[in-house]
């Protein structure tokens, strides 16, 4: 049995539920115009990428040549920290790079941050801030929003206040990190989990060389008994608990055989083996503060209170 191409949003909009993640991508444009042409629609960017301009010319190329509509088409972008002081300039440039009108979902990449684009201390209330997202929704600048690397404190306090809440939390994810509690959480208060670096590929602090999953015993069981790819498999881990994914690579092949993870589901047995490799590694953390787990509680202090 396969798992449903698509899940809805609490803003009442459909997301597929694997997608393409472009971070660190070596060729873009031309990346996201053959994973169109493959059928992949969830294209997952960032300001902080430095590559939504060529993600543009790949959207255009593909429109284009009529591949799909923009309707059809699910993007994601987000806004770095160092311009929370202007939201809504930062959002109408990236939507001049990307070369669209609007994006189906905006991004607060990181809860905590404290200097700006000189280098200043600057200190915006999660409150503020948030409004200033909720008015790109308003004015038809995103079709939804959310946050990424938020903790369940963060969380609860945004749902104390916000008008529009959080389409969803983008977290690292991935059998070595499964953040029950988070996930408990987010599905609760529905608040979709995307998982980024679900392949356990690298991130900015690389320190997983004792972690290659794709070496993992208990994976490469389950990637003979299904008869899938370990990739596959991992992926799976997160469609079975309605995490979406949004793997990266650079080779379009690779790009639909991720996507295919969605062709079969695990057993619960075998879930719960792969729950067991949890031991709750992050691999990508705070480039300014990277011995920082930003997802273990702040002891009844907010980041932005």
Known sequence: MSYPKTVKLNSGFEI????????????????????????????????????????????????????????ELFIITKIWPTHYEKVEETMKSQLKSLRIDYVDLYLLHWPLRVFNEKGEIQRIPTHVLWKDMENLVKKGYTKSIGVSNFSVQILLDMLTYCEIPPAVNEVEFHPYHGRIELLNFCNKFNIKVIAYNSLVSGGYVRDNENYKIFENKTIIELSQKYKKTEGQIILNFAASQGVITIPKSDKVNRVVENYSNLEFRLEEEDLKKLLLLDEGKIFCKDVANPNIDLFKNFNGVFPFA
């Not at 070596?26 to 493959?38: G, L, R």
């Open 16 to 71: 597929p539920l694997c997608g393409l993640g472009t971070c660190a991508t070596k060729d873009p444009e031309q990346i996201v115009y053959d994973s169109i042409k493959a059928g992949i629609r969830l294209f997952d960017t960032a300001l902080f990428y430095k590559n939504e301009e060529e993600i543009g010319k790949g959207l255009e190329r593909a429109l284009a040549d009529k591949l799909c509509k923009r309707e």
